[in-house]
């Protein structure tokens, strides 16, 4: 057996050091902070150390609004200051229903106050543009960006579902790096191998933060995904002794840009479950199978 591509050490962010997998806040929709102040020291006793959150969670999953899913959070740092000191957070914006986009420079500023405001914290670790704005000049982007962090409301910059050429323009116009790039990717979404998304990561030594690893649970359960795929991940989970989900995130880690996985599931064992990926042996050929498998053709 040949050695491992998956990298279960942790990850830099710019200044700050994360473990390789991360607690999504999109489905942080319980009403009781007793259960999610559980959720998010399961998630750090975890070493799930990034935590994503972003202005506009809380419109779906069973969130009561735009800003619900940041009020949780920001209501459990007050029950359990501590936590703070525990974690990197993250947060984004830009997104602005229904319009549905708004990245103008009083925009995203009135926007991240509104997020410090809402999770009770004096500064943001990482702030992301959560898509693109297509009718912001990324000059202008830049400019808010640049004057927040000046503020120091945000320590580190990063961007959202951008493609690589936006995220160049708006680097163009920053004096600082973003460092980091949170595109979809799993075995259900491999666009970010071929579109130049980790390519440019690992140009640039920006983190990648793959969201919906698990394709919405899809490839824990199977469903819609080709059968040669699930087969795949089975094998490769008896002979590892673990899960198909875990399989599914450990792909996720192997890639060499060292990407962070975020993980959104909502239940403590689970996320006890899932960061056994970062101990799961896969190998090139282990890969590719998948890959091949998750396409349903081999590669050329």
């Given at each position: 057996?040949?050695?491992?591509?998956?990298d279960?050490?942790d990850?830099t962010?710019?200044?700050?050091?994360?473990?390789?997998?991360?607690?999504?806040?999109?489905?942080?929709?319980?009403?009781s902070v007793?259960?999610?102040?559980?959720?998010?020291?399961?998630?750090?006793?975890?070493?799930?150390?990034?935590?994503?959150?972003?202005?506009v969670?809380?419109?779906?999953?069973?969130?009561?609004?735009?800003?619900?899913?940041?009020?949780?959070?920001?209501?459990?740092l007050?029950?359990?200051?501590?936590?703070?000191?525990?974690?990197?957070?993250?947060?984004?914006g830009?997104?602005?229903?229904?319009?549905?986009?708004d990245?103008?420079?009083?925009?995203?500023?009135?926007?991240?106050?509104?997020?410090?405001?809402?999770?009770?914290?004096?500064v943001?670790?990482?702030?992301?543009i959560?898509?693109?704005?297509?009718?912001?000049?990324?000059?202008?982007?830049?400019?808010?960006?640049?004057?927040?962090?000046?503020?120091?409301?945000?320590?580190?910059?990063?961007?959202?579902?951008h493609?690589?050429?936006?995220?160049?323009?708006l680097?163009?116009?920053?004096?600082?790096?973003?460092?980091?790039d949170?595109?979809?990717?799993?075995?259900a979404?491999?666009?970010?191998?071929?579109?130049?998304?980790?390519d440019?990561?690992?140009?640039?030594d920006?983190?990648?933060?793959?969201?919906?690893?698990?394709?919405?649970?899809?490839?824990?359960?199977?469903?819609?995904?080709?059968?040669e795929?699930?087969?795949?991940?089975?094998?490769l989970?008896?002979?590892?002794?673990?899960t198909?989900?875990?399989?599914?995130?450990?792909?996720?880690?192997a890639?060499?840009?060292?990407p962070?996985?975020?993980?959104?599931?909502?239940?403590?064992d689970?996320?006890?479950?899932?960061?056994?990926?970062?101990?799961?042996?896969l190998?090139?050929?282990?890969?590719?199978?998948?890959?091949?498998?998750?396409?349903?053709?081999?590669?050329?």
């Amino acid at each position: 057996m040949t050695d491992s591509l998956v990298d279960g050490g942790d990850r830099t962010i710019g200044p700050f050091t994360v473990g390789p997998l991360s607690f999504g806040c999109w489905r942080f929709t319980t009403e009781s902070v007793a259960d999610g102040q559980a959720l998010i020291e399961a998630a750090l006793d975890n070493g799930m150390t990034l935590i994503d959150n972003a202005d506009v969670y809380g419109l779906d999953w069973g969130g009561s609004g735009f800003g619900a899913n940041e009020e949780l959070l920001g209501r459990v740092l007050a029950a359990a200051p501590g936590l703070r000191d525990r974690m990197v957070l993250a947060t984004k914006g830009g997104i602005r229903p229904p319009t549905p986009y708004d990245s103008s420079p009083a925009y995203l500023v009135a926007a991240c106050d509104d997020s410090l405001r809402r999770m009770g914290v004096d500064v943001i670790d990482l702030y992301q543009i959560h898509r693109p704005d297509f009718y912001t000049h990324p000059a202008a982007v830049a400019e808010a960006l640049t004057a927040l962090r000046d503020s120091g409301k945000i320590r580190e910059v990063g961007v959202s579902n951008h493609l690589p050429s936006q995220t160049d323009a708006l680097q163009a116009h920053l004096s600082f790096p973003l460092v980091t790039d949170q595109p979809e990717f799993s075995l259900a979404e491999l666009g970010p191998l071929r579109d130049g998304t980790l390519d440019r990561c690992m140009q640039h030594d920006r983190r990648p933060l793959a969201w919906s690893s698990l394709a919405g649970g899809r490839l824990a359960t199977g469903d819609g995904m080709r059968p040669e795929l699930v087969e795949t991940m089975d094998r490769l989970a008896e002979r590892e002794e673990v899960t198909r989900a875990t399989i599914a995130v450990a792909f996720v880690l192997a890639h060499p840009s060292k990407p962070v996985a975020i993980i959104g599931s909502q239940q403590a064992d689970r996320l006890a479950e899932l960061v056994r990926a970062a101990d799961v042996h896969l190998d090139r050929d282990d890969v590719y199978q998948l890959i091949q498998a998750a396409e349903g053709q081999p590669l050329p």
